[in-house]
């Protein structure tokens, strides 16, 4: 079974562009989470969704990012335009249930704004 | 700030030895504390997890040691391989929001041969 895939795993680009990042999360897994670790800090929670909905955005930093799932699937998470202090490490994760604590974590995608 | 602190940032250990690392949180609300696991250029993954109704979980050669008073946790990672070479984050989470997890900083371990 394959897992959580995500796309770029490393994308660069310069202050201002637009960076859009991809995850398949494992098949039959309702809820998608997007977290975000900057360098040497704790990983943070960005958002979470339920299917092709926002369960919660709390942790989203400002409204130049937009995360999307369309038809509950794959998800999207544009950053527009990109900030120095965007470069990170973006992670998805799914989970079947969203209750039972084990979240199924991809690689990862890390951004780099110059 | 922080909700979770966790100590020590980088820690090396011979083989065969203890692995300790700590964390803290202020949350009472908390009430689901995981380990993750991650590999260079891989993503976290879940190691152990424990609830606040027992002081201690054990798998294998980890241990998860929960002080609810103390509001502290800790791994514990018995004979210590080079295969456990990794960084370690704690995490905690609210009832009902179980995956929104919190985590702390990270622990870079290096077990040396």
């Known amino acids: 079974e394959a897992g959580v895939t995500q796309f770029p795993s490393h994308s660069v680009i310069e202050k201002g562009q637009t960076v859009t990042l991809r995850c398949d999360p494992i098949s039959g897994h309702d809820n998608l989470y997007w977290y975000r670790r900057v360098m040497g800090k704790e990983i943070k929670f960005l958002l979470h969704?339920?299917?092709?909905?926002?369960?919660?955005e709390s942790g989203m930093p400002n409204n130049r990012f937009l995360a999307e799932r369309t038809g509950g699937t794959y998800s999207t998470l544009k950053v527009q335009p990109a900030e120095l202090e965007d470069s990170g490490v973006y992670f998805c994760?799914?989970?079947?249930?969203?209750?039972?604590?084990?979240?199924?974590f991809g690689e990862g995608s890390r951004l780099t704004v110059l | 700030q922080q909700q979770v602190k966790q100590s020590p940032q980088s820690l090396i250990v011979q083989k065969g030895g203890i692995s300790i690392i700590n964390c803290a949180y202020e949350n009472t609300a908390f009430d689901y504390f995981p380990w993750y696991q991650q590999f260079p250029g891989k993503g976290p993954a879940l190691l152990i997890a424990?609830?606040?109704?027992?002081s201690e979980k054990k798998e294998g050669r980890f241990t998860i040691s929960f002080n609810k008073s103390a509001k502290q946790f800790s791994l514990h990672i018995m004979d210590s391989q080079p295969g456990d070479s990794a960084t370690y984050f704690c995490a905690a989470s609210r009832r009902g929001a179980t995956n929104k997890l919190i985590f702390g900083t990270g622990t870079l371990l290096a077990v040396q041969p």
């Open positions: 969704f339920v299917k092709e909905s926002k369960q919660d």
């Open positions: 424990i609830r606040p109704d027992v």
């Open positions: 994760a799914s989970s079947q249930e969203r209750v039972t604590g084990e979240l199924f």
